[in-house]
């Protein structure tokens, strides 16, 4: 499946933004699919992830109760809607898809990932 990744930007702290994950090619529904992000000197990290009907997520600690992801099948998007943002969220933040029964949140076992969207949060 190949993933077209939108909707980052400049915003201030304690701002919003969506971001949007397009897939095509594969059969979207199937796959798990999941934002990770890496900020500058940094390695890549896990954000969130959503199963195949989107009825089960995981979050990492610090975005838990910010960030929530969804999807919609009928659209073949995986969404990102991050609030209350933070200087410390600024980072290139990439959408990834396998094709799993299992739920995974490590970036190894992710198989298609989109090219990355900058989130710039300003203090």
């Known amino acids: 499946v190949q993933l077209q990744a939108c909707g980052g930007g400049l915003v201030q702290a304690g701002g919003s933004l969506r971001l949007s994950c397009a897939a095509s090619g594969g059969t979207f529904s199937r796959y798990v699919m999941a934002w990770f992000r890496q900020a500058p000197g940094k390695e890549r990290e896990f954000v969130a992830r959503?199963?195949?009907?989107?009825?089960?997520?995981d979050y990492t600690d610090s975005v838990e109760g910010r960030f929530i992801i969804s999807r919609d099948n009928a659209k073949n998007t995986v969404y990102l809607q991050m609030n209350g943002l933070k200087p410390e969220d600024t980072a290139v933040y990439y959408c990834a898809a396998v094709r799993s029964v299992t739920y995974y949140n490590e970036e190894s076992e992710y198989t298609s990932w989109g090219q990355g969207t900058q989130v710039t949060v300003s203090s």
């Open positions: 959503i199963g195949w009907s989107g009825g089960v997520t």
